[in-house]
């Protein structure tokens, strides 16, 4: 983690080529590696390019001078913290005073001595690397040693930036060691430091293109670039491996598990975006990583520092589950693979052998956006479960003549899987959208379908916690500032992205705030068509793309 030791680059942009000629004769046997421009412009090109550690700049230069090029140097982020170290024939004190003041470190006077310049070169070396030691200490983690969460910031950023400029993979893996304050209650903090800085050793000991980070408190995360989900995959199995294999003399009786999530960033996010996206996929995966205790789960004796968050049980067990079907593939001739949003288990990924098969107990398939009764094997520790049956309840007709209806169900359930964890139970969430397919289509109003599926939306940001905080509108004027990436609140001052909204919307969904519902009475139906359109724009925000169910809604949102 610490500084690796390398060779200093020196930069000499002086128009003389003898002066070049000298430098490289009388420095070849110092550490040091040597750079040459004979220009301005090109010294300031090489400059952006190299980012050496000290430049040597003869003020008298021809089109642009030594001023005007330190000036440019330091207004520009990339080189400002480059050292210079101005040399000049003429040893006028006004010079020397106004190239300090510029932010030059040394003089020197032409001709040098060769003695004193390699003095004053190793000094301004010396000071830059400590400059630099100090500034990688600030951006390390004390207790763990990883980069902390001000580095992990601003590396993120850079790396989307690259990903998308060359179409890369990028992966961000996010580890939660849960149940940490029992830990600490349990052992005390000084054994809780020693599991923090055990399992740092064991990220940080990964691959040695990937960036391990202390995000916060327990929370680590670990950017891989380059790398697919599936490759993530077998990285965090080491990881979990590892961590799991440790022994702790302190306290044998501990067991060492953690919480996993991976975020894949697609090259198709837009540089304006990708940092913003990036925050917001952290938070919904931190948020998603986090394991449910249910009523159903057996009661067994808190761990003493954390497990898996997709614990699901000590044996494999049949459950039967009221469930609606969101997601479908062709898993074989006579197989499916469905994704299901269950009343008690949340989201559960299933294969369903057999499927296909006449007198199968399938009831003839699992079509995509139908309700049954599934029979379902779920596996300790395995995100896939086993569908062993399904009776079909209810198949919607009313969806399948309705082609508005059609791409508001088809929305909906796109809606569940992209902004619910796996095995994550949220029952309001499955009425919700059972209610949703089927009250909608048929003859329904324009009116009462763009209600419900204003209230559908509401539900979901509001059962994932992802709800827009909103807050009290001030004044009378037209138009309010809503800004999606600062929690939805409304705000006075425009400060980053925010988007001008009406204040019947924003009253609108104070309304879902405060009462979970619409209020009685007649409510304009452009009222509700831009409340439902900035619900799916927020949700865009969120999740850091426009999904095509959302396109084929909606529209392009602007």
Known sequence: MMMQPSVPKLLAI????????????RLQNERIEMHSATSSTEGLRMAKELRPDVILLDVDMPQMDGFELISRLKANAETQDIAVIFVSAANDPGNRVRGLDLGAVDFISKPFDIVELKARLRSALRVQHLIAILAQKAQIDGLSGLWNRTYFDQRLTAELSEAVRYGRSLTLVLADIDHFKETNDRHGHLFGDVVIERFANILGGGRVSDIACRYGGEEFAII???????????VTDRYRQQLESTTWPEQPSAVIRQALASVMYPCAISHRRSSRCAQRQIKLSMRQSRRVETASKPQREPPSVGESHLYLGDAMAAAEDDAICIRHWDYSETSQTVGLLTLRHGVVRAIAKGARRER??????????TAGRGTLLIKPNQTLATLTGWQLHDHFPRIRSSLGANRIAFYAADLVSRLTAANDPHPAMYR?????LRQIGGRQSEHVTQSLLLEFQWLMLHDGGLQPALGSIEGDGDAVLFAPHDGGKIIRHADGLVWKVRPATVKLLQALQQDGGLPEGTIERESLQRANRLLAAYIREIIGEQPPTMLALFGELT
Not at 14 to 25: A, T
């Open 224 to 234: 891989l670039p380059n790398t697919t989900m599936a490759e993530a995959m077998e």
């Open 14 to 25: 002086d128009d003389s080529e003898l002066i070049h000629r000298l430098l490289r004769l």
């Open 360 to 369: 199968s107990g399938f009831s003839g398939g699992v079509d995509l956006l």
């Open 432 to 436: 919700g959208l059972l209610n949703l």
